[in-house]
């Protein structure tokens, strides 16, 4: 029954991006000296190295490691879905750059040229290689890790975290309250759901910044809203005003308030009420949660993304134009979205049709379960 129900979410919850948008190549060594791993017809940085590793599971992922010369914090960056390591690619090079951190971005099982199938326990498996990669060949703390997980990525993020004590932060990007609850507003968690967010996010004892787009037509903003009223260390969340789900990292204020956590956080001995002491209090952060209400000015100001000529404050990516929100869609489509995106080709609607079919089953079995507790 497990492994029905593992398949069903599977097919559900990911959709690895087919085909993958890079290659993994071993460069000639009379070419460059090194042998080193490198993806194909991507730009060669003396900073960013392609690596692999396998799982407790068998599982060979591949992932990217960008390194910043005067960095205290490293991020580990769990994609959403519908995307791999060679679309978040220059977007990893530019968070590193301007954060001042090091990054690590991987591929779960079965997405870009990691082997495997995807799937919730190869996901937690995913992230728990990576993080051992880290600790084992850079020398990486947990003290000085930064978990990070866009969407479907908030799912094994929030399982590592709650199996790390001392971990320095967790930056969850229009994170889920559950699998099931993306679909359905139940008000109760089934054996059947994935990614439990919900019941988890209580239990992680480091700092957590949210940050949701109030437009989310894929994940409501009331997810982020509800994970965030769970946190045990809550930081100032960043309700993007008219932000989607693709296009967060757009806006301005994206960038500035990731900057800011992350200045608090390594400044911090301590994390709790000292971090609160340093941006001003709990309730300022519970303004923030109540944003529809009360917008905050630098939002309001910003209904356009990326107007501003403050090139500090600006992400650059080659590749494609970041400014142009339809290649971003296109690209870093998440979760459910494609479903959604293209219901009139036959692939889709035959997907679409077994989704259906499987929840309608799921949504017989709440029904049913429901009568039983009225009984």
């Known amino acids: 029954m497990g492994g029905v129900t593992s398949s069903m979410a599977a097919k559900m919850a990911f959709f690895p991006p087919n085909p993958p948008s890079y290659r993994v190549v071993e460069e000639e060594e009379e070419e460059v000296g090194t042998g080193a791993l490198v993806l194909e017809d991507f730009p060669r940085r003396e900073n960013v190295r392609v690596v692999k590793f396998r799982t407790r599971r068998g599982t060979e992922i591949v992932g990217v490691y960008v390194a910043h010369p005067l960095a205290k914090s490293t991020i580990l960056y769990s994609h959403g879905n519908a995307a791999d390591i060679g679309h978040m690619y220059e977007l990893y090079v530019e968070l590193s750059t301007h954060l001042r951190v ?38 990486t703390k947990q003290e000085d890790i930064i978990l990070y997980g866009q969407s479907v990525g908030s799912g094994p993020t929030l399982d590592l975290a709650t199996r790390l004590p001392r971990l320095r932060a967790v930056v969850l990007h229009s994170p889920i309250l559950s699998g099931l609850r993306v679909m359905y507003p139940v008000k109760r968690t089934y054996w ?7 019941d988890k ?22 997810h982020g809203k509800q994970l965030w009223e769970l946190c045990k260390e809550k930081y100032e969340p960043l309700w993007l005003k008219g932000g989607n789900h693709c296009n967060l990292e757009l806006y301005p204020e994206y960038l500035r308030h990731l900057r800011k956590f992350i200045s608090v956080i390594e400044k911090s001995p301590t994390q709790g009420q000292g971090l609160w002491r340093s941006i001003g209090g709990l309730e300022e952060a519970r303004r923030s949660v ?24 600006q992400l650059k990516f080659q590749g494609y134009k970041f400014s142009n929100t339809e290649t971003v869609e296109k690209s870093r489509i998440s979760f459910d979205h494609v479903a959604r995106s293209h219901k009139n080709t036959e692939h889709h609607d035959k997907s679409r049709k077994s989704v259906d079919v499987h929840f309608g089953r799921a949504r017989k079995s709440l029904d049913w379960l429901d009568k039983i507790r009225t009984r």
């Not at 992230?127 to 084992?136: H, P, Q, R, S, T």
Request: aromatic share 14%.
């Open 201 to 222: 996010i209580p239990l992680v004892k480091c700092p957590v910044l949210i940050i949701h787009g109030t437009d989310d037509e894929v994940v409501d903003c009331s």
């Open 290 to 313: 109540d944003y529809f209400e009360a917008p905050r000015m630098s939002t309001d100001l910003r209904d356009t993304p990326w107007k501003s000529t403050d090139r500090q404050d």
């Open 192 to 198: 059947f759901d994935i990614y439990k967010n919900i």
């Open 102 to 139: 090091n990054l690590l971005g991987y591929d779960y099982s079965g997405y870009g040229q990691s082997s495997g199938k995807p799937s919730e326990n190869n996901t937690y498996a995913d992230i728990e290689a990576a993080y051992k990669y880290l600790e084992e060949n850079y020398g």
